[in-house]
């Protein structure tokens, strides 16, 4: 039976790639009633109790069962390639699989067309593809789909197309004429000439029957019909199946009756009936199927050369080609992110913050017109470049800068991570940034301690020479400048949504208001100085305010209020322009004069030590450690599967393996068929 075998193992090989028609080997398939004995036909095949068992339509999927032949082994066991679960060697855990798989087809369904794959290796059985199906049934019941017999019927029919052999399962206790196997494989295979038809629960008739059940005339069978008792005796102590074997022969041993030559009876027989009738048909369709791999192959070749000009990859490499363009993307990010772009990083945070706090406690003072004209030992504007310089200086600077670098690394490294080709490989992507998160944590207070513990000094005092202060001024003017064109910006915006003269009036009548209310508030303090009314009276809302109401909308009213911030900011701005270009900021004698380059000056001693450490602190350790966490966190980590579904996730690459993986495997099946094909051919000259 070395062909059945050998086909087998191609036909094992061809399933790996292909499920369509046109690689199909022959197999054997059971069909029969529910109940007719086809479970346990198989069962004594194979050797063991693995089939689903029950009342509740428990076969509810094809079952393609390949049993291997393994004469050198001891071991017996199961596998579903399916579920790549492994080795099972306990047969109940398989039933138990084979439940839940059947189980999970729904009951408004009852059956389903995916055939479950199961192969069993052992030293006990013969080599053989027998495809187990859902039994016939009369009638669906109350909870069953109505289309349930129907759908059996389809199902069975498209099974038992050749070149497949049929097992048609049949009770010896029900009347043959009413067997819907028998009726079925009269129409698939009208002459009977790839039909066996097996006879259960021989041991329920006479042996008179039994002889005439086997000797069917109303349709003949050229394989012949086989009678079988699979039933064991009850109370078994140890192996089932050979209980149920010794008390199947003693029974046919028991009816002389059966032991006639034309009879054929027992498991055993049917056995190798089977192997022997799989062994031909095999033989029959070894030249179709040589033809089919060969189209197939040439299909495989041809694509495999026009998609990918016959360029080999496997998943090891794509994984390493992805990891070195990740570290090679990294590398270009890294030289191009050295200490000018984090210095100008910080650089523009700082001068944020000293335009925040210049405007906070400068250009808000109601005060800030004196400003200039102060004499240089005002105490009032001495004490308030000393608040303002501790505001900037004071504020957490080390945490500040150290955590605006580590989000533009975070975000660079999404950047990265997001890139082709690890679109397509999510899970790798989260990784990335989990261990970027992680390097970067680590290193995090560390630096803004540094950072903190090394700009101390400027908490107290800063030197500054001529040339700095120069460039403080200059780099104000233009902070200045930039802001104030950003103010005539918006203003300009302001006007063109709501037009020029509804804004004119809305602002007038602001003011309109204001100067009232300064008129009213210095009326009610010189009445209540004379005592004349109280202040609720005189506080108490007119009715003019709800006229005003409602020619001016309140959206109209607060595009007004910004616009007059903007034009006072747009004049302070101006008038600190000017101040910073005059002889009085010429010097840093006159800080207190000049807040915006004072600060704009520590600004700049700020950034420049911050850098210099989270550079040291951070920067470096960072590039250095990131390659190396790629290495060990992506590429060692990562085994044989993990390797080939990462390269798999990715569809070009995926398309790119299957084709490939489908030409080689083709190949190796020619080769085999090559063989096999020489093989016949020597066996046919010798016996000529
Ligand atoms: N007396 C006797 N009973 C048998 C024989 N073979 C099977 N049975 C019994 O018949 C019943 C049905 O057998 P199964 O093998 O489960 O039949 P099946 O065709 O697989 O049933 P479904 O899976 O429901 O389609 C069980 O109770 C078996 O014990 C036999 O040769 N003799």
Redesign the pocket.
Known sequence: MMLTKKLIEIRTILMSIDHNETLKLPSIVVI??????????L?AIVGHEF?????N???RRPIELTLIHTPNQEEEYGEFPQLGLGKMHDFKKIQKTLVDMNMAVPDSECVSDKPIELRVYSPNVPDLTLIDL??YIQISNANQPESLKSNIEALCEKYIRTPNIILA?C?ANVDLANSPALRASRKADPLGLRTIGVI?????VSPEQGVSILRNADYPLRLGYIG????APERVQGNMTKALIRNETSFFREHLMYNQRDIQVGTSTLRFKLMSVLEQSMGKSLYSIVDAVQRELEEARYQFKVQYNDRRVTAESYVAETMDSLKHNFKDFANNFGKPQVRHEVRTMLEERVLDICAEQYWEDPKIADLAKSSPDDLYWLYKIDLAAAALTKSGIGRSTTQLVVDVLLSNMERLAKAEPFSFHPETRKQIMNFTSEILRTKFLTTSDQVENTIKPYKYEACICETEWAEGVKRSIGLLEKELKMCDEMSLAIKNSVGKKKLKSAINYLLDNEREDTRRQSEIRRMEEDGMASHEELFAPGDDEDTVKSFYNPRLIEKAKEALFLRDRAMILKYRIAALKSRQCKSPDNKQQCPEAFLNVIAEKLTYTAVMFIQVELLNEFFFQFPREVDNRLVYEMNRKQIQQFARENPPIQKHLQLQERKIKLEEVMDKLNYLVKRQADRQNRNQ
């Open positions: 029969g009633s529910q109940s007719s004995g086809k479970s346990s036909v069962e089939l689903p068992k029950g009342t339509m428990v076969t859902p039994g399962v009770a259960t629960k021989m041991d329920l079988v008792v699979c039933k």
